[in-house]
């Protein structure tokens, strides 16, 4: 194995051992000796991985060092019998190579080198003479045989990706693990000063108790799936060995971002249903004379107040990346009590060493999440603030799967990736919550209306 796919199967232990903790969490219990079991060996082999890659990782750095090139020796132009140097000598002059051509030791690209060292390493094969010549490409002939040549400077095995992944709300929400296609749970959806329900009375001494009942709703979360296939040609496999680990880290970032984009967007149909779709979540009106696309410190304030008390621990702020540099300028004047006159005023997202100093990362002690999956500035769902602990995913036993085969596509000479993951979610609820007094709704998804 390469050293990004032992890299990525690290990812694969960590994964494991991180779903084998959330399932006991999930049912607030402690580890079964199963359980415990696993994660030993999980551990293990973490260690064992995490070894190899430090040992290839060394003999990678000492093969480099070795293969740096040293000075040209040239021999002595030929003299006459009396020892004076003979200048109109036959020479064979070739063209000076550039640096880059240098770099890759004769090779044309990465390919052309991979391919050598693959005839080179089949029984029989034959040994192109560009790997004999190259420096510390042929240490002994074991070597050589098992396809142990040096790789040229120029080439990586990486391959460089232009945005990395963004946080996932998954790992914030409630989850809860299936081994079905669904999960059917009760709720009870009053507040406690609703007058339905379980009730409580004042009663008078020897007076007889009112008796009540719960009122209890079902709800239904099926397990929808997510699929992703990339059918890759074997020559390109061959060529380019770390695109196998590539296909399986990007297919991962790009499960995770659609899996955001539906706890946040989703309709419901096929598909989990998003904050944006719930009808628990509520909508804070903007301000009479605010302008289009901006955030005020007043907006913030009000959707703040919208969040009920025992819900905003697990609160989060999620906005557009566009919003954020409407966060550091937002802020509040101070004035008098009909709000009429101002003395002054301050931002509500400045740090203690002012611009200079760097950004808050939370805002009403809460964190901030910019993610791709909200809204452009200015429409509803540009910036929420959010219960995850709200949001209930129930999640297909056994994760994210990964499988490879050469049998679907065997008559074209390709290898297929396919990655499938199974989940469902949706709120827990399926309205918002109105005020014992007043005209209020509170919600554990605010929203802030379109300016």
């Not at 992944?165 to 000063?193: H, M, Y």
Request: glycine share 10%; with cysteine; hydrophobic share 40%.
């Amino acid at each position: 194995m390469t050293i990004e796919e032992l890299r990525a199967r690290l990812a694969e232990i960590q994964d494991k051992a991180t779903a084998i903790q959330a399932t006991a969490d999930a049912g607030k219990r402690a580890l079964n000796a199963d359980e415990e079991k696993e994660l030993e060996g999980l551990f293990a082999e973490f260690d064992t991985v995490e070894a190899d890659i430090a040992r290839r990782s060394k003999i990678e750095a000492n093969a480099k060092k070795l293969g740096e090139p040293a000075g040209r020796k040239a021999a002595p132009n030929p003299v006459n019998t009396q020892g004076t140097a003979l200048e109109n000598v036959n020479r064979i002059e070739t063209p000076r190579a550039t640096a880059a051509e240098r770099g890759r030791w004769g090779w044309k690209h990465a390919g052309d080198f991979f391919a050598a060292v693959r005839r080179a390493s089949s029984p029989g094969g034959e040994i192109d003479q560009r790997l004999l010549n190259a420096p510390s490409t042929y240490g002994s002939e074991a070597a050589g045989a098992d396809g142990a040549f040096a790789i040229p400077p120029d080439y990586r095995t990486t391959i460089m990706e232009k945005v990395m992944g963004e946080e996932s709300l998954l790992a914030r929400c409630d989850q809860n693990p299936t081994g079905s296609n669904g999960i059917t749970f009760p709720k009870d959806e009053d507040a406690p000063w609703s007058t339905s329900g379980i009730l409580a009375y004042w009663t008078g001494e020897a007076a007889q108790y009112t008796q009540t009942k719960p009122l209890l709703q079902k709800s239904t979360v099926p397990v929808e799936k997510l699929t992703c296939m990339v059918p890759v040609t074997d020559e390109l496999l061959e060529d380019a060995p770390a695109l196998g680990s590539y296909v399986t880290r990007k297919a991962g970032a790009k499960i995770q971002f659609k899996v955001t984009d539906a706890i946040i967007n989703g309709t419901g149909a096929g598909m989990p249903l998003g904050i944006l779709n719930s009808p628990c979540t509520v909508s804070q009106a903007a301000l009479g004379s605010q302008a289009a696309g901006t955030v005020q410190g007043k907006n913030l304030i009000s959707m703040w107040g919208r969040m009920p008390s025992d819900w905003r621990s697990s609160a989060v702020w999620l906005c557009h990346p566009d919003v954020e540099p409407l966060l550091m300028s937002a802020g509040i004047q101070v004035g008098d009590a009909a709000q009429t006159t101002f003395t002054g005023g301050s931002l509500i997202w400045m740090p203690p060493g002012g611009i200079s100093g760097s950004p808050y990362s939370s805002l009403f002690g809460r964190p901030i999440i910019p993610t791709q999956a909200c809204q452009a500035p200015g429409t509803v769902g540009d910036i929420i603030l959010a219960s995850m602990g709200q949001y209930c995913a129930v999640l297909k036993s056994g994760g994210l799967r990964a499988d490879s085969s050469i049998h679907l596509f065997f008559d074209y000479g390709l290898t297929a990736f396919r990655f499938t993951f199974r989940m469902g979610g949706q709120p827990w609820w399926g309205s918002s919550i109105a005020a014992k007094n007043g005209s209020t709704t509170y919600g554990p998804f605010v929203t802030l209306a379109a300016r």
